[in-house]
Every structure is written in structure tokens, then in C-alpha cells.
């Protein structure tokens, strides 16, 4: 998974309690995203991240916030869990070279 | 708003069938458009990618078939296996210095032995 690992791999929490999912990587990549994966729905870009403290939104971004302290980290923090977020997230850094994207083995969250 | 469509959902082939993916986009600024497959429970990969100048890629038993007039672009799997049995996805980046792709919904491949 090109470096990338994805912490928890698995997550079962109650609707309204903060939730954050933590993305790492060794590959000293400039570009990171957040999507989610839901049957039907495909990837969906929720947030990226192009350096240090430099993020954008994505399509779905509302009820999401992300943060980038340092190159390896991109977390992703659902302030108020909701059923709707129930998902697979994925993580995935890009070259920022190529259009490549390189993807982590995803976090499995379901809000009961 | 969907901006690239997939079709079909899902496929089912038998061993040494062809399977064909198709994708087709609107947005002309789209300048490169990689394919990615999945197995369950990991993440997706990419398979192989194009750049619109060209009308046809191909690594092995995989081939992009790129038609930029028709705004549309298939991936081809020849002499398919069980072992080819994944979520295909398409994409597209829209141009830019972020690298952000839009993707497919996805397509279920399964290879019958």
C-alpha cells in the first residue's frame, strides 16, 4: 500500500461522539486525500491536502474537518458521528508528478 | 453531479472471455484518466492510465481505448481470469495543480472459472 497506513483499520462508534481517523505515510508525499466509499457511490473526494497546514474541500465535506501538522499526517474528524457517515474511508497521497493517486487499505466506521 | 459515469454495475464473464468497462465524462478540461482495481477489503490500485492524446494503451491483457471526440474511454480485459475478479473504477483529473480525481461508481467484475 505504497506507504501508506490508515489507523483504526476498524471503528464502531455512537451518533454524536467525535470520531478521528488518522492517515500516515513514509513517502514524504506532497498531496493527501480523504474520500469515502459507499455502495453506489463509488470514491468520493472529502478533503485533500496539498502541504502543511494547506487543505481543501471536496464534494462532501459537510460534517468533516481534516488537519495536516506535519507531511506524514492527515486526519480526518468527524466532529458529531452521524449514521449517514457510516462508511470505508480511504487515504491516498499523490506524487504531485504525476496524477497518481496511491491508496491506503481503508477504515471500516460504522455510527450505530 | 456525477461527472464521470460508469456503466455497466456489474459483469459477469467466463474464464478467457473478454470483459469491457465503459466510461464516458463531460468535462473537457479532463487531461488524464487512470483505471483503478480493487479487491475486497484493500484499497484501490491503479491498473493503468492514458492521457487524451492517445487512442489506445495497453500493459498485458489490459487496454484503455480512448475516443476524445465521443468523450469516452473503455478498459478492456483480455483472456480474463477468476483472479481479475474485483471493483473496477475509472477516473478522471480535471486539470490543475491539486490532483484531484473524480471517480466512477465502479463496476463489479466476476470471472467464472
Known amino acids: 500500500d505504497a506507504g501508506i497506513t490508515q489507523s483504526p483499520r476498524h471503528k464502531v462508534t455512537e451518533t454524536g461522539t467525535p470520531v478521528t481517523l488518522r492517515c500516515h505515510q513514509t513517502?514524504?508525499?506532497?498531496?493527501m486525500y480523504w474520500y469515502r466509499q459507499d455502495p453506489g457511490h463509488g470514491l468520493r473526494l472529502i478533503h485533500y491536502s496539498y502541504g502543511v497546514k494547506d487543505t481543501d474541500k471536496g464534494e462532501v465535506s459537510d460534517g468533516y474537518s481534516v488537519s495536516r501538522s506535519k507531511t506524514e499526517d492527515f486526519l480526518l474528524t468527524l466532529e458529531s458521528a452521524t449514521s449517514s457517515q457510516t462508511s470505508v474511508y480511504f487515504c491516498?497521497?499523490?506524487?504531485?508528478?504525476?496524477?497518481?493517486?496511491?491508496f491506503g487499505p481503508g477504515t471500516r466506521l460504522l455510527v450505530l | 453531479q456525477q461527472q464521470v459515469k460508469q456503466s455497466p454495475q456489474s459483469l459477469i464473464v467466463q474464464k478467457g472471455g473478454i470483459s469491457i468497462i465503459n466510461c464516458a465524462y463531460e468535462n473537457t478540461a479532463f487531461d488524464y484518466f487512470p483505471w483503478y482495481q480493487q479487491f475486497p477489503g484493500k484499497g484501490p490500485a491503479l491498473l493503468i492510465a492514458?492521457?487524451?492524446?492517445?487512442s489506445e494503451k495497453k500493459e498485458g491483457r489490459f487496454t484503455i481505448s480512448f475516443n476524445k471526440s465521443a468523450k469516452q474511454f473503455s478498459l478492456h480485459i483480455m483472456d480474463s481470469q477468476p483472479g481479475d475478479s474485483a471493483t473496477y473504477f475509472c477516473a478522471a483529473h480535471s486539470g490543475g495543480s491539486n490532483y484531484k480525481l473524480t471517480f466512477g461508481k465502479g463496476t463489479l467484475l466476476t470471472v467464472n472459472p
Open positions: 492514458i492521457r487524451p492524446d492517445v
Open positions: 491516498a497521497i499523490g506524487t504531485g508528478v504525476i496524477e497518481t493517486q496511491y
Open positions: 513517502e514524504n508525499h506532497r498531496y
